[in-house]
């Protein structure tokens, strides 16, 4: 059984910038692939970034100059580095853990979620 918990969330204005952390209770972060989605209000829940159990990291197109993900076996945690936020970006963010790999942007066949933190972008 795996915890997921988040935190890092907040208000911020356009341009800034914001750091996520998924830490993970239970088993090690090294035996499963980490992704963030998200999801606005009225919408759904879309993929962000992912890293799998290699290292190997994918983005969203919205995001892939913007945000960087990073994870640290050693501390159990997953870091999602936003900036140049905007307006767009105001959601919930969740991080998934998945103990296979690839379609890491459907947000079926994961076997673990967090609750979310919520990240919200002034304009």
């Known amino acids: 059984q795996v915890a997921l918990v988040e935190s890092g969330g907040g208000l911020v204005q356009a341009g800034d910038s914001l750091k996520l952390s998924c830490a993970a209770e239970g088993r090690t972060f090294s035996s499963y692939s980490i992704s963030w989605f998200r999801q606005a209000p009225g919408k759904d829940r879309e993929f962000v970034a992912a890293i799998s159990r290699t290292s190997s990291t994918y983005y969203a197109d919205s995001v892939r100059d913007r945000f960087t993900l990073s994870g640290d076996n050693a501390k159990n945690t997953v870091a999602l580095q936003m900036n140049r936020l905007k307006p767009e970006d105001t959601a919930v963010y969740y991080c998934?853990?998945?103990?296979?790999?690839?379609?890491?942007?459907?947000?079926?066949?994961?076997?673990?979620w967090g609750q979310g933190t919520q990240v919200t972008v002034s304009s």
């Open positions: 998934a853990a998945k103990a296979y790999s690839g379609n890491y942007d459907a947000t079926y066949g994961y076997d673990y």
